[in-house]
C-alpha cells in the first residue's frame, strides 16, 4: 500500500483550484451575501480552522462554514448522509529522531489527515448544539483595531500601499481612496502581514530554497494572511488583493509541494502576532 503525500494532495488541490479560478483562500458567499469571509471551523468545538486547513476547506463549495467529524456528527445526535465524502484536513505528528552521525536528537513534524464533512452534508444535527467561533474583534475598522493593539506605524496619504522596512511602517491611501471600507481593510492587513516580516518579530527570511521567487512567496504571505485576518475578523473580500502574482505563485506550487505549507505556516504565524488567541500565547510572541 503506497504511502499517502499528503503535501502533494494538498498541493495538487489548491493549484487545481488556483487553474479553475477559484481561489481557495477567500469565501465568496455567506447567507447569500456576496465576498463575506469567515474561517471554517468545527461545529463540535467552536474551533476555527486555520493555516494549511484553512486553504483545504476553502477548495471545497458549501455555503456553510462547520465541520465535523464522523463521530462529532453522531454526538450531535444526527449522521453523515450515505453516499457522501469526506475532505482530509492536516494535522501534525511530531517524531524523534536521533541524527546518525551527531547524535542530535531533533523533533521531525510529519504532516498526516483525518476526515471532516460539512455540516450540509449531515442530517438529523441538533442545531442548537453547534459551536461557533466568536471574532476576537470585529466591525468596518477591525484591521485599524489590530493595528493600534500591536503597535504598528501607518501613515495615510499618497496613492499606494505598502510597507517599509527602513522605516518600519506601512504607507496607505485614505480610506476613501479604495472602492470600500472591505477593501481598505483588506489592503492594511496585507500590509500588516509584510509589517510582521520585520526582524524584530516574525523575522521571516525564505533563503536559498525560493531563490529568485523568495518575493513572490512573501507577496503569497501576505495575501494568505490577509485573508486569514480578514476571515477572523469578519471583514469581506470579494478577490485577490495583487492578482497579478498568480502565475508566479502556480509556478512556486508546482516547483515545490511544500511551499503551500510554508507559505501558509508563516501566514499563519503572523496572523496569531496580530491576533494572538490567547494572553499567554500573545507574551510567548512578544518574548
Not at 488556483?18 to 465568496?28: D, F, I, S
Not at 486547513?53 to 450515505?82: F, I
Not at 471532516?116 to 449531515?122: D, H, I, L, R, T
Amino acid at each position: 500500500m503506497l504511502k499517502r503525500d499528503v503535501y502533494q494532495e494538498v498541493t495538487d488541490r489548491i493549484v487545481s483550484a488556483l487553474e479553475a479560478g477559484t481561489v481557495p483562500w477567500l469565501r465568496p458567499w455567506r447567507d447569500g451575501k456576496a465576498g463575506s469571509v469567515l474561517e471554517p471551523f468545527n461545529a463540535a468545538t467552536g474551533r476555527p480552522y486555520n493555516g494549511i486547513n484553512l486553504l483545504v476547506l476553502g477548495t471545497l463549495p458549501y455555503s456553510e462554514l462547520g465541520y465535523l467529524t464522523y463521530k462529532q456528527a453522531q454526538a450531535l445526535g444526527g449522521n453523515v448522509r450515505k453516499g457522501e465524502k469526506g475532505v482530509g484536513v492536516v494535522y501534525w505528528q511530531f517524531d524523534k529522531r536521533r541524527d546518525e552521525v551527531t547524535g542530535e536528537v531533533k523533533v521531525v513534524p510529519w504532516a498526516k489527515m483525518y476526515t471532516v464533512f460539512n455540516v450540509a452534508q449531515c442530517e438529523g444535527l441538533d442545531r442548537a448544539k453547534l459551536k461557533m467561533p466568536t471574532p476576537p474583534v470585529a466591525g468596518e475598522t477591525a484591521i485599524n483595531l489590530v493595528a493600534a493593539s500591536v503597535g504598528a506605524v501607518v501613515r495615510h496619504g499618497g496613492n499606494k500601499a505598502y510597507y517599509t522596512s527602513g522605516g518600519d511602517f506601512i504607507g496607505m491611501p485614505s480610506a476613501e481612496a479604495f472602492r470600500s471600507r472591505e477593501h481598505y481593510q483588506a489592503t492594511l492587513a496585507h500590509e500588516l502581514v509584510h509589517w510582521t516580516g520585520h526582524e524584530k518579530r516574525c523575522n521571516r527570511t525564505f533563503g536559498k530554497r525560493f531563490g529568485d521567487d523568495a518575493y513572490a512567496a512573501e507577496e503569497l504571505v501576505a495575501e494568505l494572511g490577509s485573508a486569514f485576518i480578514c476571515a477572523r475578523t469578519g471583514v469581506a473580500l470579494d478577490g485577490l488583493q495583487h492578482p497579478s502574482y498568480l502565475a508566479s505563485w502556480l509556478k512556486v506550487l508546482k516547483a515545490d509541494k511544500r511551499a503551500i505549507f510554508t507559505a501558509a505556516s508563516a501566514a499563519k504565524k503572523a496572523t496569531q502576532w496580530l491576533l494572538p488567541e490567547s494572553a499567554e500565547e500573545a507574551e510567548a510572541l512578544a518574548a
